[in-house]
Structures are given as C-alpha cells and as structure tokens.
Nanobody, 118 residues
Framework: QVQLVESGGGLVQPGGSLRLHCAAS????????MGWYRQAPGKQRELAAT???????AYADSVKGRFTISRDIAKNTVYLQMNSLKPEDTAVYYC????????????WGQGTQVTVSS
C-alpha cells in the first residue's frame, strides 16, 4: 500500500552537495519516524539520519554537521541535504518509514545512488 520513491542522487565531486528526496504515496504524518539509511559496497546498511513525526532529528556521528534531514508535509516528502561530501559518503541511500500505530510495519524505497569522486 505504501510507496516510497527516492530521487536526487548522482555523481558529485568531493566537497560538493546533493539534496535527496523521498516522496511518499500518502501523508508522511502516517509515520512515527522516517529516516535515511545508506549502504556502501561490502558494508552493512547504516542509519544516517532520522526525523520523527514531532520533527525531532538525529544523525550518525559520521554525517553530523554536514547532513540535514527535513520534511515538507504538504508535499509528502522528506529531504536529506548533504553538504561537504566525502568519498566515504558513496553509497546507495534508502528512505525508510515506520508506521505510526504499528511499529513493526516498515516501508522502504528502492534507493538512489550517491557517488562522491573526483
């Protein structure tokens, strides 16, 4: 029922910026928490940033100070602004949403590739 679609990935030079979009099929207020995960080749998937229904944000130490998660409720969209990008940020980035009423219900997008290279 729930669809999440990521966009905005691409190739960028070190020090550059990208803005990722996660568009939901319905109101993002249906979710208790939304977040961005990333997975680099040969590595485990890791949580980069989260935003709660109440707008509380949290970040992994590796991205804190460089990435900002935000939302536009009217557009059913969550964003990840990524600045000062490093080669180690290269990964597939996935949008995730946790159901507001049943936490065991988790939804995932298909991912968008971010490559940071000169």
């Amino acid at each position: 029922q729930v669809q999440l679609v990521e966009s905005g990935g691409g190739l960028v030079q070190p020090g550059g910026s990208l803005r990722l979009h996660c568009a939901a099929s319905g109101s993002i207020l249906s979710f208790a928490v939304m977040g961005w995960y990333r997975q680099a080749p040969g590595k485990q998937r890791e949580l980069a940033a989260t935003i709660t229904r109440g707008s509380t944000t949290a970040y992994a130490d590796s991205v804190k100070g460089r990435f900002t998660i935000s939302r536009d409720i009217a557009k059913n969209t969550v964003y990840l602004q990524m600045n000062s990008l490093k080669p180690e940020d290269t990964a597939v980035y996935y949008c995730n949403a946790q159901d507001r009423f049943v936490g065991a219900y988790n939804y995932w997008g298909q991912g968008t590739q971010v490559t940071v290279s000169s």
